[in-house]
Each structure stands twice: as C-alpha cells, then as structure tokens.
C-alpha cells in the first residue's frame, strides 16, 4: 500500500518526534476546499493552505507529502460518507435515483472534485463507499457483478458530465441549460446547412435547469429496466 493511501485509510503513524500537531489532516483538508471551492483547484499550493492556517509551508509537510497527498485526502472530506439507501422507496431504481441526485449535489458544491477525481490514483473508505452502496441496490436484480458495477460508471459518467459547472463546448446546452448562442443563431444564417437542428431549436420546449439530466437517468434507468426484466424472467 503506498503513502497515500495508509494516509487515507488510517494506516499511517504519526510522527513521534516534534511539536505535537496543531490541526488534524481533515482541517488541514477543509481549509484547502475552502480554497479550491472558490478559487478552483489551480489556485490551491502548500504555501496558501500554510498562510490560511496560520503556519510555514514546511510545517504543513508534517501532515501530507505535497499537493498531491492533499488533493487526495481534500477528495474524501469533500464527498463525505454516502446516502443510506436502506430505506429509500421505488427498489433499485428509486435508490440509485436518490443516489445520482445526491452525487449532483456534492459535485455542484465543490465544482473542482470531478476533475481531481479522474485518473488512476488511490481512493479512502468514503470515496470506495459510494460505488459500493450504489452497486448493493443492484444486489438482487440478477445482474451480474460485471454488469451491476458497468451500470454505476455510466451513471457516475452521466452525473459528471450534466453537473451544474460542466462547460457547454459542443453540446446543445449552455451550462444555464438554454439553447446555446451560436445555435440560436442558426434559423438566421445557416438553417439550409443544419435542418435537422434548426428544427429541433424550433420545436423544443422550454428547457428547466435539469432537463439534460433528468432526461439521461431516466434512459440510463429504462436501460437496465429493460436487462434486469430479461435476466429476472
């Protein structure tokens, strides 16, 4: 198990030599999402997350390694344990509802998290408890276990890629889930270029701010409606 990882799950010993430590890892870690929620995650160093609490940039280096080691334990305290499904109604689809709606949340609170969680990198009990509540309410669905953990990535894909900060680029939306600017201008000077858009801007309803999410875990959940139903009968 490397560093950051016996860091994340409790396995590291702490100094026994020095000063006796003046903040926990989590406060040191609360204090620097309180820099990356409103500065972003480009902004955050070892030596502002030092100067916010008030000591050297070499003292910090007695709790994490570096920005890395920091980054990673900022992830576990910003997803914080996830929702208790045991109770939730509707079956697997209402608790993976509930889950996909909780995850929104959290994304949309820290907007810098879905970024520092891509890649290969170490991951602490909260962050691993999430994938595993969301793949024990396809328990019993006779899904496979290939297919029950299939089915949370592409719902966490979905979330992550309908968060309320993710930028339009080439898609239809703006992030205020409004027909984007160049698009609205298309029925002006390129309607005979694009129809098929031009006439999908014409006739689509006014969009509420969660449409494009609704509306792809609504698909995504009539899918694996559809595979459970032919692996239960």
């Not at 406060?27 to 999402?33: G, L, N």
């Not at 502002?48 to 280096?61: D, E, H, I, N, P």
């Not at 089915?151 to 205020?176: I, K």
């Amino acid at each position: 198990m490397d560093s950051t990882a016996e860091l994340l799950w409790g396995m590291r010993q702490p100094p026994n030599r020095g000063p006796k430590p003046t903040f926990t890892v989590e406060e040191i870690a609360r204090a620097a999402m309180d820099i990356a929620d409103t500065d972003g995650l480009t902004a955050l160093s070892m030596q502002r997350v030092a100067t916010q609490l008030g000591f050297t940039k070499m003292a910090l280096y007695r709790y994490v390694s570096g920005k890395a080691e920091l980054t990673a334990v900022m992830i576990e305290e910003a997803v914080g344990d996830p929702p208790d499904l045991t109770a939730t109604p509707g079956g697997w689809r209402g608790k993976l509802q509930h889950w996909a709606h909780q995850l929104w949340t959290t994304w949309d609170r820290h907007p810098w998290l879905p970024g520092a969680t891509l890649g290969e990198r170490a991951m602490g009990p909260k962050e691993i408890a999430w994938t595993e509540v969301a793949v024990a309410a396809l328990a019993e669905t006779g899904l496979s276990g290939s297919e029950q953990m299939d089915a949370v990535l592409l719902l966490s894909g979905h979330v992550r890629n309908t968060r309320s900060t993710t930028s339009a680029g080439t898609q239809p939306w703006t992030t205020q889930h409004q027909p984007s600017p160049t698009l609205n201008t298309l029925p002006a000077h390129a309607a005979d270029r694009f129809p098929a858009l031009t006439a999908a801007i014409a006739s689509a309803e006014n969009p509420t701010p969660d449409r494009s999410r609704q509306f792809g875990l609504q698909r995504l959940l009539d899918g694996l409606d559809v595979l459970i139903t032919q692996r239960t009968h």
